[in-house]
């Protein structure tokens, strides 16, 4: 009876120690998901931000290109006008390219800030790995 007694100890210690391998083993296994899942997400996410920034960079030349060429055009146009309605050429000069900046300078604003916003709506932060590390967590806890 005591062979017995010692088989089954040995037995329950064999199982406990293979166990504890198995949960270590899927732990190991757990973590390089998570690690794995969070270099996937953070990727996704500089890919959002680099497009993005791409977008703003365009809006910026967009901006300086409209500024240039409306600034030529609007202020040639406008001082001919100007001074055919009689105002005097010396305001004409200063009046018109003064519209013409705040005007193509609104336009060049609004693309620029369009992609701010969406730029602030990205988090940087893995919100996937964080919720699966919890659920992870919650795992562990229960094995144990």
């Not at 083993?25 to 931000?49: F, P």
């Amino acid at each position: 009876m005591n062979l017995v007694d010692e088989r089954t100890v040995y037995f329950e210690q064999e199982s406990i120690t293979d166990l504890v391998k198995e949960l270590r083993d899927e732990t190991i296994n757990m973590v390089r998901q998570q690690i794995e899942l969070a270099k996937t997400e953070t990727s996704e996410k500089v890919s959002s931000l680099g497009s993005n920034a791409a977008s703003i960079s365009a809006g910026g030349a967009v901006l300086y290109a409209g500024f240039l060429f409306l600034l030529a055009g609007i202020t040639f146009l406008g001082y001919v006008v100007l001074t055919t309605l009689g105002l005097s050429p010396a305001i004409s000069l200063w009046l018109m390219p003064l519209i013409t900046g705040i005007i193509v300078s609104l336009i060049g604003w609004s693309m620029i800030s369009g992609s701010m916003k969406k730029i602030k709506r990205i988090s940087i932060l893995p919100e996937k790995t964080a919720h699966s590390i919890k659920e992870d967590q919650k795992w562990i806890r229960r094995k144990l």
